[in-house]
């Protein structure tokens, strides 16, 4: 039977939210009050019944296993399978694989030991609700090696400059990988890859110096792989800016988009906090705010996301962001507090 295993690689995923990731991976900065950003990925893994889940990260990931634990909160404290959180091992004196391709080499066991055919491999950055069962059922109908998980943007932003776009036939099979402004088809990172080809790539790429497996495994050889793309149509966003970050998170305080976010059933999972509700306090005043559990209020909060922990005075004002300046600093501020 055709099945999925999952693999997040942050090995590219840098210092992109500047001192929010002084002391922690972009993967497991908090995001929409109660969440961190790799909860999305997860779930989305989870809910497409992807039952063995490997994380490639290189630094700074004490945060991320505090949070992640033994990955029951994502039901992936298993007997066979499971999560497993992977930094590159260099202690083969024989090795010479460079970049992400160190960690496909020194853990190819996870791979061998998995008995699923195909790998869904994913960042952290690309925030949504979905089922990925569909883009497999699409992969394996159309037989194709490779298949890309892109979405339409309508309104392109900053943060989509930095996104690879495709561009396909009439068929759906990709026929270029661009830095296209322009063009609003967005790859999300997100791909399906028969395991097979995964570790034959892997070796090809090793055994020719290479040392990033998208661009030169799978981009290089574009002409010899069969691609195709399945559109994500639904709420999404990419987060790889504080510019990002701050638009994404104000979005969520419109109702649509959070509904498209998180009352998508199934749900949205991440840790279980064992902090109390939300005390608001007599003189709290909240209006059109996401306030997390373990937040006392006892002053105003308008137009806010309030992460876990955080307490407003008394006679203090939560104001709204009315620029980036004021965004970065009370952000840098909040996450301080939610800093394991």
């Not at 699409?138 to 090696?145: F, K, M």
């Not at 790889?240 to 498209?260: A, D, H, P």
């Not at 008394?314 to 939610?338: E, G, I, P, V, W």
Request: aromatic share 12%; with cysteine.
């Amino acid at each position: 039977m055709k099945s999925m295993m999952g693999l997040i690689n942050l090995e590219h995923e840098h210092d992109f939210l500047n001192e929010l990731t002084y002391f922690r991976c972009g993967a497991a900065v908090p995001f929409g009050g109660r969440y961190r950003l790799i909860d999305f990925t997860l779930s989305n893994m989870v809910k497409s019944n992807i039952h063995e889940v490997a994380i490639f990260t290189r630094n700074k990931y004490r945060s991320l296993m505090d949070h992640l634990g033994t990955g029951a909160d994502w039901d992936l404290d298993r007997r066979h399978g499971g999560l497993f959180i992977l930094p590159p091992d260099w202690n083969d004196p024989t090795d010479v694989s460079r970049g992400d391709l160190r960690y496909f080499h020194n853990n190819l066991d996870y791979f061998y030991r998995g008995k699923s055919t195909h790998v869904l491999i994913s960042g952290s950055q690309f925030i949504s609700n979905c089922d990925y069962q569909a883009a497999f059922q699409h992969h394996l109908d159309t037989q194709a090696d490779v298949t890309f998980i892109s979405t339409k943007v309508a309104n392109l932003q900053s943060e989509h400059d930095a996104c690879l776009r495709v561009e396909t036939d009439d068929e759906g099979w990709v026929t270029s990988i661009t830095n296209d402004k322009n063009n609003p088809q967005v790859f999300t990172g997100v791909y399906i890859i028969n395991k097979d080809l995964l570790l034959l790539l892997v070796d090809q790429c090793i055994a020719h110096h290479k040392d990033h497996f998208f661009y030169h495994g799978i981009k290089e050889n574009l002409p010899n792989l069969k691609i195709q793309s399945y559109d994500h149509k639904g709420y999404s966003a990419f987060i790889n800016s504080v510019e990002s970050f701050y638009r994404y998170n104000m979005e969520l305080l419109n109702e649509k988009n959070y509904r498209g976010l998180f009352l998508e059933k199934p749900f949205v999972r991440t840790k279980i906090s064992s902090e109390p509700p939300t005390k608001y306090r007599e003189r709290a005043n909240v209006n059109g705010s996401l306030i997390a559990n373990g937040c006392v209020i006892d002053g105003d909060v308008e137009n806010s996301v309030l992460f876990r922990g955080v307490q407003i005075k008394r006679r203090s004002k939560n104001q709204k962001f009315s620029h980036h300046a004021a965004l970065y600093d009370r952000t840098r501020r909040l996450f301080r507090k939610c800093h394991p």
